[in-house]
């Protein structure tokens, strides 16, 4: 069983900052990728960004230059900071973490419960 806590959302300006973590704990032996996903009403949840345990970054092209994904291998959390927020920012954001329970598992998807970001004009 894996447990995934997310923090850090909440209203803020247009321009302001917010940073989320997620943090990861249970049947853990190794996490390749650590990743967040958001998802606006009426519509699908899309990848925001993502890295994995070598460091190796990915973005949406929305996101790009305004939002930073970094992660804390010792404590298996992961961590999202928006800078520049803009009201299209708006969404449900979810930490998604692909972990490796045993040395014999497969990688299975874990997600979080969700955390609401919410960016005033």
């Known amino acids: 069983q894996v447990q995934l806590v997310e923090s850090g959302g909440g209203l803020v300006q247009a321009g302001g900052s917010l940073r989320l973590s997620c943090a990861a704990s249970?049947?853990?032996?190794?996490?390749?990728?650590m990743g967040w996903y958001r998802q606006a009403p009426g519509k699908q949840r899309e990848l925001v960004a993502s890295?994995?345990?070598?460091?190796?970054?990915n973005y949406a092209d929305s996101v790009k230059d305004r939002f930073t994904v970094s992660r804390d291998n010792a404590k298996n959390t992961v961590y999202l900071q928006m800078n520049s927020l803009k009201p299209e920012d708006t969404a449900v954001y979810y930490c998604?973490?692909?972990?490796?329970?045993?040395?014999?598992?497969?990688?299975?998807?874990?997600w979080g419960q969700g955390t609401q970001v919410t960016v005033s004009s």
């Open positions: 998604k973490v692909v972990v490796v329970r045993n040395v014999l598992s497969t990688p299975f998807d874990s």
């Open positions: 890295i994995t345990s070598d460091g190796i970054t």
């Open positions: 249970g049947s853990i032996f190794r996490i390749p990728s």
